[in-house]
């Protein structure tokens, strides 16, 4: 079956490290987007990538960086300059480049420790 | 102003009930619109697409006023399995920006 997978699950950071989270898909999907939740809030834009080797900031980029080397993976870095790192991380990843029809990965907590 | 405005709750409804969910978004270039639930501590999932006409997906009706800048959703006969979060999103094109923006989502609670 085609989807998108997060990894892991939970994950936890002492302060002061660098992390990274995992996503990976398997539609074919040129689009990839990451997300940040936090408790009783919307999603905020961290990174997306068109194409490969190509990704822009979205609206909280400061903090974390991407690199898009393959069409199936988008990993986020959640480096120590990031000061308050703890929430709910979601990948979604599109065919369209317009950025229509997200499909999500189930996404990462990330709980400094 | 957030780009995208609704009213948090929670709406806590009998089953049965009919609710409405208002959803308003600043950015008058704004061209594309949706409907997404999202489930206690999961990821989102697309509900509907909203379309200018407005539009019925069973029990679900979706409209939208591009004058007044506002967005709807109506369920009604409400079910327990309802009970989730409702988030607006809308897609604007005169940014550059290739990406959904969210809400930050209504909270439903349906009740036996």
């Known amino acids: 079956d085609g989807g998108i997978t997060q990894s892991p699950k939970y994950l936890f950071r002492k302060e002061g490290q660098n992390v990274t989270l995992s996503c990976e898909q398997n539609?074919?999907?040129?689009?990839m987007y990451w997300y940040r939740q936090d408790p009783g809030q919307g999603l905020r834009l961290i990174y997306y990538?068109?194409?490969?080797?190509?990704?822009q900031k979205g609206d909280i980029a400061e903090g974390y960086s991407v690199s898009r080397e393959k069409k199936e993976s988008f990993p986020l870095t959640v480096t120590s300059a990031q000061k308050n790192p703890t929430a709910f991380y979601l990948c979604a990843s599109s065919m369209s480049s317009e950025g229509y029809g997200y499909t999500f990965g189930s996404g990462t907590r990330l709980t400094v420790v | 102003r957030k780009e995208v405005e609704q009213d948090p709750g929670p709406f806590n409804v009998p089953e049965g009930a009919t609710v409405a969910f208002n959803c308003t978004y600043s950015?008058?270039?704004?061209?594309?619109f949706f409907w997404y639930r999202q489930d206690c501590r999961k990821e989102p999932k697309l509900l509907m697409s909203?379309?200018?006409s407005g539009n019925e997906d069973g029990r679900f009706t979706a409209q939208l006023n591009r004058a007044s800048q506002y967005i709807s959703l109506l369920i009604r006969d409400s079910k327990l399995s309802d009970s989730a979060t409702y988030l607006c999103v809308v897609k604007t094109m005169d940014t550059g920006r290739r990406a959904l923006t969210f809400g930050s989502g209504t909270r439903l609670q349906v009740q036996p």
């Open positions: 990538s068109q194409i490969v080797n190509d990704f």
């Open positions: 950015n008058s270039a704004s061209q594309s």
């Open positions: 539609l074919n999907h040129d689009a």
């Open positions: 909203v379309y200018s």
